[in-house]
Structures are given as structure tokens and as C-alpha cells.
């Protein structure tokens, strides 16, 4: 009899962590100290908490165990599986009471900081279930929605619930999901699609990779719902060839699912009839906007077409299709099940249900959350996120990635939804998060997102094409010291130019970094142009580095070091000091600061 | 699958077998499973009460769980219920079929076996 379930990572993070390794180990050790018939290993999706891999949790205590080793594990099975003493060195606690959780006690999972604000409804099964295992998907209520949708209700009627419950777009546009529905259904055609948006090509998000490794029955389930609802018997997954572990999952998923006859012919003997396939995408930006993805999936290269005529009308293969991001499908089984008023008394007026973001950059728990929308951005992060490491700074926090905008410390207190950040000149974005302090200069992260979209503009249409380019170059410019005033008003302008006549979605949102850093941090842009100097130290052409010679002690660790050969010896000797100190010649200087890194009394700086 | 009640025959198979990792914690039943408490013979006793709790179909209200040395090795086996609201109860000197008994008359019908409670042994 199985008393006790080992759950372990298998999400993309973990699993380059060596979760696969601690794996093998866990199941030589409970082997060899003869526990098989009592204790279960589960391989799961993404628990959320990817800087503290790899990740394990032990129930039925929910003992969380984080940064496991392959060293530590027989230590956890003899100590933990064997004598019910919990490794308390390896358990993740960052609760406040850690202090006076006493031995028998529990810090159950949902008690730490991390997951006590968090709301999982798209990510309910990540982390809890064997993604490999359709019987564990079905335990959790999986394809009960399905059975219902088909057995109970008309086509009408989950189109209406749908709308009822407010759902958005998550892949980042936040168009109303029950409409895009309601828009397709009524069109007549021999055969129609319903098509999912896996190509998640933002710099920095995970989020679909989480749900298609964690719990990829959901979206197998959804996608046949959304094609019962608009009339469609065929539906294509476009996912990035670079998500091998997603990949392999949905297509283990998708086997297991007409195994089970919960696709193929004649579903809950209802006579509907559903197919899905996996289309590989081969990692094109591009291939993220809807039209440029049919047009792959189609066989052709990926680039977008003029709307009209749209998806709705006329689609995938030319015909009336329905796409949406897989984040969007995830809730959906949950939306039929517990009604449309469930999943509308979560998240604001206009912003219902939950969102998924992908925390990065500098903050301590880098991974995956999921919370109501309307959470301030203080929560995420301060609360959430646990904070800027090193006691640094919080300066702004990216959303959407390059086809998104900045929030600056000042609006730290901005509730996120849809339009509190349309409103501020962000957008929500697919739900990558990434949070910059101090030393990020705010020029230097809109060239980078610019060098994005510039090597990933398709080049199509000529705004995006030659526009972008020639942002890039402005800001070129205005980084290596070069720049004039003018150049920041010409910047804006055309800015503005190429937002309002790039054909498809890339080349309108390119220049929203630029904007929105524009907008908040313009002293920035002065400081590079006018003071010819990079507030952050950031940017190599804008610093000097120089040695204090008083501080000096001469040991010449600096000059050893230097790639460029730029640092000698002086015949200056500072007060007290025994040896001479030395000096960098700023024309052979690189600016790499490694003189900086070495010089142990501090002596280096730059301005 | 042709009709939900496939469905829910997969379902109601497979929920014991995942129930254990929804932690809902309304009975914990906790033994002691230190040095003393294995060489008692704690381990046949933990594998009853798992076994006792999911065959009773009580699976998704209680949680069968181990903890190290409770502190009195003399009376080992060692079982502790914890109970919201009420007082926790200790049993002692236990085994599979004291446990079973356990299961069957505390767990689930609610009235705590005096025979074996550590305060019985006092008197």
C-alpha cells in the first residue's frame, strides 16, 4: 500500500537543475532500503519556484524540499521516508513563523510566502499530477468539462458561458475569448479550426511551456470544448521546436487521448468528432502573431497577411478559425465546471480570472506565479517575488517583453490588469515579468529588446523592416555618446511612425520599449546626450575608469589582469604607502571592469 | 469513451491513489517512526492504518503520516490522532491489528479506543 507520494520536478527548469538525475537516485534508495510498496515516485510539471531547483515535495506532509543534490536524496529517504524525521536543512521555508513551526508540524506548501497570494486555476495541476499519466489528469476532474459540454449543453450555450465569464486573451492582445467564439461560430464552411498559440517567443516567459509540460490534458480538453463550440472537428497545436519536453508531453497527451476515445470519432457518444495535431515551429518571432502562424502551419514561411479578412472568416487553409493562446485554453475547462460567476468574482471590473506571469531578471524567486488579476505590482514582487536580492533598488519592471512597456518604481502600486497598464503605456503581454534594479540602464534595455525585434522582423512590410533598423541606429548612437537632443525627438517620432503603419502586430509594438522608457526615464536619455554620461555605468562608451592614486597600495593586480595592457606604474607613492600606484591610459582602455572586480581596497571606480 | 460514467469509473479508481497530495488535513494520524519506534515494529503498524484508512474510504479526510522520536521509547509503537478542536490522542504499544481496531472505531466511528490510550496505562 503507497503511503507516501515523492513528487518531482520534470518541468524544463528542474530538469536542467538535474532533476532526472535526483530521480534515478530517489528510486535506487527507496529500493534499496526496501520501501517500493510504500512509497510512490511522481514525476510532475513546473511547481512554480525554478530559482530553488531542483525541486521536491514529499506528501502527504508536503514537505517542499529545494536545491536538492544527488547526495542529499538517500539522506531524505532514510531520514524522512524511513524514520519520519523531516531534512530540515533542505526544506524551503519562508514563512514568518519558521522559527516556531515545531517538528511535527507541517509548513504545508500553501503556507509559504511564495504560494500563499498565489490563485492557481491555469497552473492547478502543475506541480500535483504525472503529466504522463491521463487516469491522474481524469482524477483531478479532467475531461469532465468535456463529458458535460458534449452531453449537457449546445454549442450556444458554452459560447454564452464563456462570455459570461469575462475571459481575455492571455497570449497579450486581452480580446474577449467568448466573442472571438461567437464571431466564428455562425460561418459556414465544409471544415473549420481551432488552432493553439504554444509559439511563446517573448525574451523571458515561460508560461505556456509550464502548462503544456505540467498538465497538457487541459489543453487537449479545451481545444475540443472550443471546437464543439464554433462547429470544428480538427485543431492544430503550433508549438516551438524548442520546447522538447512540451513537445513531447502534449504529443504523449494527445496519443493517450484518442486511446481513450476523448478524441477521434464520436466523443461521449455525442457524434462529435475532434483531432489534433502538433505543428513544430522552428522559433521565428514572428511566428507568434496569428496570421504569420496559420500561414506556417500551413507550410508556408511565416509571415503575417492583411486583415481583413480575419481568422474568423477566413483562416487556417482558408478557413473559419478560431486561435487562442494556451494559457486562454487552460481555463476554460475550469470556467465549465465551477460557472461563468466563479470565474468572474476573481480579478477586477474589466480584467476577470487569474494571470500567469513569469518572474526574471533581478528578484529572488525567479519562476512562475499565478494571481488574480488586480494584484498590485508591489505584491508581485516585494511580497511574491521576495524582493531585489543584494538590497538593491527596484527601478522598473518590464511586461510583454519587446512588444511591451516599462513600470517605473513610481507606479509600483499599479493594480495589473488589461487597462490599468494599456493606460500607463504598457500591456500586459503574454505574462513575462521582468524586474530590473538600480544598475539597469534603461537606454541599454530598450536597444536590447530593439536588437530583438530587428533580427526577428520578418520583413514584410517596410515600417518594421527599415524602421526598426534605424531605431536601433539612433540608439546606437545616443549609447556611444554621439547623440543630440534632436536625435531623441526624431526617435519619438518615428516611433509613432512605425506603430501606425506596420502591418501585423511585431513592427506595431516594436517601439513600446522605446516609448515607454521615453516616457518615464527621459532624464536617462538627456543625461547620455547632453552629460555624454550613462547614470547607470552601463553603457562602455559613456564610462571612465580611473584609479584614486591615494588609494592605491601598488600591488599591481590590476595591471596583471588587464586584456588591453592599459594600466602601468606611475612614479607617484601615496602618503603611507610603500609602492607606487599605477594609472589606466584611457585610449587603450576596453572598459571591461575587470581591474575593477580585483582591486581589493577599492581603489578602482567608474564614472 | 463513450459515456461519463467510463469517466467517472476512472476517476473514482484513481482519486485514492492522488488524494494523498491535496493535503486536506481535517485527521492526521501521525506515528512514531525514530530508531525506537521501528524496532518496535512501527512500520507494520503505519502500513495498517494506511491500508485500514483507504479501504474504509476515508482517504481525502485523513492523512496518515510518520514523525520522528515522540520521547516515551518505552511505549513504542506510538500513535497520535490529531483532530481540529479536539484533544490530541495518544495510542501506545501498538500493532497492525490494535491499529486496525483504531481505524475502525476512532477514525471512523468517532469513539476513542480507551484500551489503548497512554492514559490507561497510567491507572
Redesign the interface.
Known amino acids: 500500500m503507497i503511503r507516501a507520494h515523492v513528487l518531482i520536478c520534470g518541468g524544463t527548469g528542474c530538469t536542467s537543475s538535474g532533476s532526472k538525475k535526483i530521480q534515478e537516485a530517489f528510486a535506487a534508495n527507496i529500493e534499496a532500503f526496501g520501501l517500493s510498496d510504500e512509497v510512490k515516485i511522481v514525476q510532475t510539471g513546473c511547481f512554480g519556484l525554478c530559482a530553488l531547483g531542483p525541486v521536491v515535495i514529499v506528501y502527504p506532509d508536503g514537505t517542499f524540499y529545494s536545491r536538492v543534490t544527488e547526495e542529499d536524496v538517500k539522506e531524505i529517504v532514510e531520514e524522512h521516508l524511513l524514520k519520519g524525521r523531516r531534512v530540515e536543512r533542505l526544506v524551503y521555508n519562508d514563512t514568518d513563523a519558521a522559527s516556531e513551526i515545531a517538528d511535527a508540524a507541517t509548513v504545508a506548501l500553501s503556507d509559504t510566502t511564495f504560494y500563499k497570494s498565489q490563485n492557481r486555476v491555469v497552473l492547478r495541476n502543475c506541480g500535483v499530477i504525472d503529466p504522463e499519466n491521463i487516469e491522474e489528469y481524469i482524477a483531478m476532474d479532467g475531461y469532465a468539462a468535456l463529458g458535460k459540454v458534449l452531453t449537457e449543453m449546445t454549442p450556444d450555450e458554452v459560447i454564452q458561458i464563456v462570455k459570461d465569464s469575462g475571459l481575455r486573451g492571455r497570449g497579450g492582445g486581452g480580446f474577449p475569448t467568448g466573442l472571438k467564439w461567437s464571431l466564428c461560430a455562425p460561418n459556414k464552411a465544409d471544415q473549420k479550426y481551432i488552432v493553439c498559440n504554444a509559439d511563446e517567443g517573448d525574451p523571458g516567459a515561460f508560461m505556456d511551456r509550464s502548462v503544456l509540460e505540467g498538465d497538457p490534458h487541459c489543453l487537449v480538453e479545451a481545444m475540443a470544448i472550443a471546437g464543439y463550440a464554433i462547429g470544428a472537428t480538427e485543431g492544430y497545436v503550433y508549438v516551438r521546436a524548442e520546447y522538447p519536453i512540451a513537445v513531447k508531453r502534449l504529443q504523449k497527451a494527445i496519443d493517450d487521448a484518442r486511446e481513450y476515445g476523448l478524441l477521434g470519432k464520436n466523443i461521449f457518444d455525442s457524434g462529435f468528432d475532434f483531432n489534433l495535431h502538433i505543428r513544430l515551429g522552428a522559433g521565428a518571432f514572428v511566428c507568434g502573431e496569428e496570421t504569420a502562424l496559420m500561414t506556417s502551419i500551413e507550410g508556408n514561411r511565416g509571415e503575417p497577411r492583411p486583415r481583413p479578412p480575419y481568422p474568423a472568416v477566413k483562416g487556417l487553409f482558408g478557413k473559419p478559425t478560431v486561435e487562442n493562446n494556451v494559457e486562454t485554453f487552460a481555463n476554460i475547462p475550469q470556467i465549465i465546471l465551477r460557472g461563468a460567476d466563479w470565474f468572474a468574482s476573481m480579478g477586477t471590473e474589466k480584467s476577470k480570472g487569474t494571470k500567469v506571469f513569469a518572474l526574471g531578471g533581478k528578484i529572488k524567486h525567479t519562476g512562475l506565479v499565478e494571481i488574480p488579476m488586480g494584484t498590485t505590482l508591489r505584491k508581485i514582487i516585494e511580497e511574491i517575488g521576495g524582493g531585489i536580492p543584494n538590497g538593491k533598488k527596484f527601478k522598473a519592471a518590464q511586461t510583454g517583453g519587446p512588444s511591451g512597456g516599462c513600470i517605473p518604481a513610481s507606479l509600483i502600486d499599479t493594480e495589473v490588469d488589461y487597462d490599468n497598464l494599456t493606460a500607463i503605456g504598457c500591456m500586459m503581454g503574454s505574462g513575462g515579468l521582468i524586474v530590473m534594479d538600480e544598475d539597469t540602464c534603461m537606454v541599454d534595455m530598450a536597444k536590447f529588446f530593439l536588437e530583438f525585434t530587428v533580427d526577428e522582423s520578418c520583413g514584410k512590410c517596410t515600417p518594421c523592416r527599415v524602421g526598426t533598423k534605424r531605431l536601433l541606429e539612433m540608439l546606437d548612437k545616443i549609447t556611444d555618446g554621439k547623440g543630440t537632443l534632436e536625435d531623441i525627438d526624431k526617435l519619438e517620432e518615428l516611433c509613432r511612425y512605425i506603430k501606425q503603419n506596420s502591418l501585423c502586430g511585431l513592427g506595431q509594438t516594436a517601439p513600446n520599449p522605446v516609448l515607454a522608457t521615453l516616457n518615464f526615464f527621459r532624464d536617462e536619455y538627456v543625461a547620455h546626450v547632453v552629460d555624454k554620461k550613462c547614470p547607470a555605468g552601463v553603457c562602455k562608451n559613456l564610462l571612465t575608469f580611473t584609479i584614486d592614486k591615494d588609494k592605491c597600495i601598488g600591488c599591481g593586480l590590476c595591471a596583471k589582469n588587464c586584456p588591453a595592457n592599459a594600466i602601468s606604474k606611475t612614479d607617484y607613492v601615496a602618503p603611507g604607502h610603500k609602492l607606487p600606484s599605477y594609472e589606466i591610459d584611457p585610449s587603450k582602455c576596453v572598459k571591461c571592469g575587470v581591474c575593477m572586480s580585483n582591486c581589493k581596497f577599492k581603489a578602482i571606480s567608474k564614472i | 469513451?463513450?459515456?461519463?460514467a467510463e469517466?467517472q469509473a476512472?476517476?473514482d479508481?484513481?482519486?485514492n491513489?492522488?488524494v494523498?497530495?491535496e493535503?486536506s488535513n481535517e485527521l492526521r494520524v501521525?506515528?512514531?517512526?525514530?530508531?525506537c519506534?521501528?524496532a518496535a515494529g512501527a512500520r507494520p503498524v503505519?502500513?495498517a492504518l494506511?491500508?485500514a484508512v483507504?479501504e474504509s474510504g476515508l482517504a481525502d479526510k485523513v492523512?496518515?503520516?510518520?514523525?520522528?522520536c515522540i520521547g516515551l521509547c518505552q511505549y513504542e509503537p506510538i500513535v497520535e490522532v490529531f483532530e481540529p478542536g479536539k484533544e490530541k490522542v495518544t495510542y501506545v504499544k501498538m500493532d497492525a491489528d490494535k491499529a486496525k481496531r483504531v481505524v475502525e472505531e476512532h477514525i471512523k466511528g468517532g469513539k476513542v479506543v480507551a484500551d489503548y490510550t497512554i492514559s490507561d496505562l497510567n491507572a
Open positions: 469513451m463513450k459515456s461519463l469517466l476512472i476517476k479508481k484513481m482519486k491513489k492522488v494523498l497530495r493535503g501521525v506515528v512514531g517512526m525514530a530508531t519506534g521501528i503505519l502500513n494506511v491500508e483507504n492523512t496518515v503520516s510518520q514523525t520522528g
